[in-house]
């Protein structure tokens, strides 16, 4: 079997105190490495409320680990975990390293999308810069009079009647 990466996120004990809870998270990062693994990165993410009771705790630590090891001594690894009171709850997830082929075809997409959104601004822009020009522009005409209006019609029906 192939090593593969692995993140834990795995909730400690609420009463442990932070030298505790990192003493436990220190005895994690041994089981892995006397397992076989490798353990890549490690965070805190602290001391949180629970959303319900588990093993009579309300609170609980949060911590994380990414590390890469063979699934076989992974099964063991978790048996080890569920026998242990400090653990509450954990969670195993594999973690799909991408490949250098991948990371650029994503680059690709990234780059065709981006030259998608630009185009369709630029389309945007040049159609609210049209509908502006073809807005009937207001004249700035001297308002007629009634007695201009009546001159004109008159004209008019002058020349209907001379023709």
């Known amino acids: 079997m192939p090593i593969q990466l692995y993140n834990l996120l795995a909730i400690l004990n609420g009463q442990l105190t932070p030298e505790a809870a990192e003493e436990k998270l220190n005895l994690i990062k041994n089981d892995i490495t006397e397992a076989g693994g490798e353990v890549v990165k490690t965070g805190t993410i602290g001391k949180r ?51 250098a082929k991948e990371l650029e075809e994503e680059a690709k997409i990234q780059e065709k999308i981006q030259a998608r959104q630009a185009k369709a601004e630029a389309q945007e822009k040049f159609e609210r810069s049209t509908e502006k020009a073809n807005e009937p522009t207001k004249k700035s005409e001297t308002p007629f009079t009634l007695e201009d209006i009546d001159k004109k019609i008159d004209e008019i029906l002058d020349e209907d009647i001379a023709k």
Do not use: C
């Open 49 to 99: 409320k629970l959303a319900y009771p588990v093993k009579k705790q309300k609170y609980g630590s949060y911590v994380s680990l990414d590390f890469n090891i063979k699934s076989e001594n992974l099964n063991r690894l978790e048996k080890n975990w569920r026998l242990r009171d400090e653990i509450l709850r954990f969670l195993n997830v594999k973690i799909h390293a991408k490949t």
